[in-house]
């Protein structure tokens, strides 16, 4: 019973201790629009892996180095780039799955004393899906991630590299771009 008592009285003081000491925590950002046009119409849009730059803002240009493989160059100081790969493409379901394999590092800080990069947006293990369904009123988009903010060691964070700063950075991404791409597609 003595060992007992003296197991739980440990747990208990390592709880709170645990608990406060983390990581990030996996984060999600999900948004949709509804657009005037045919599904197909905004699926030949979504589906171009090729053509991001086409309808996203925040996107310079696109450059396919293989089928899978696209270079984003971000319309940003410095022109920063992002490398994702394609997972998979569904035209059943018209859906795409890709992910963010490579960022540029935009400038490198000391923080805590060591060296903490920036990179071209603050999130990692980054994974997403944008679909396209037909709605009353033509077609329903959803773009949704999940990911980690980049900043992978315990709080405290560096300014801008928080769970909210990811997520907000994520959210403004996609309301642009669905925005963008209503725009587009309602001409």
């Not at 947006?121 to 997403?128: R, T």
């Given at each position: 019973m003595n060992k007992f008592l003296a197991f739980l009285a440990a747990a208990l003081i390592a709880v709170p201790m645990v608990s406060s000491a983390h990581g990030p925590t996996r984060q999600q950002?999900?948004?949709?629009?509804?657009?005037?046009?045919?599904?197909?119409?905004?699926w030949a849009m979504l589906k171009d892996f090729g053509g991001l730059h086409n309808w996203l803002p925040a996107v310079a240009s696109t450059e396919?180095?293989?089928?899978?493989?696209?270079?984003?160059?971000?319309?940003s100081e410095g022109s920063p780039t992002i490398t994702e790969k394609l997972l998979k493409t569904d035209e059943?379901?018209?859906?795409?799955?890709y992910?963010?394999?490579?960022?540029s590092v935009v400038k490198t800080i000391t923080f805590?004393?060591?060296?903490?990069?920036?990179?071209?947006?603050?999130?990692?293990?980054?994974?997403?899906w944008l679909s396209v369904k037909a709605v009353e009123g033509g077609s329903e988009v959803l773009w949704?991630?999940?990911f980690y903010r980049s900043f992978m060691d315990n709080p405290?964070?560096?300014e801008g590299q928080s769970d909210k700063d990811a997520k907000n950075t994520i959210q403004g991404i996609f309301t642009s771009g669905l925005e963008n791409l209503k725009m587009?597609?309602?001409?």
């Open positions: 950002v999900k948004e949709t629009i509804t657009i005037n046009a045919e599904p197909e119409k905004v396919l180095t293989s089928d899978t493989t696209r270079i984003l160059t971000i319309a059943e379901k018209m859906m795409v799955t992910k963010i394999t490579d960022m805590n004393s060591k060296d903490t990069p920036y990179f071209t947006i603050p999130v990692a293990n980054y994974k997403a949704k991630a999940k405290p964070v560096p587009i597609m309602e001409k």
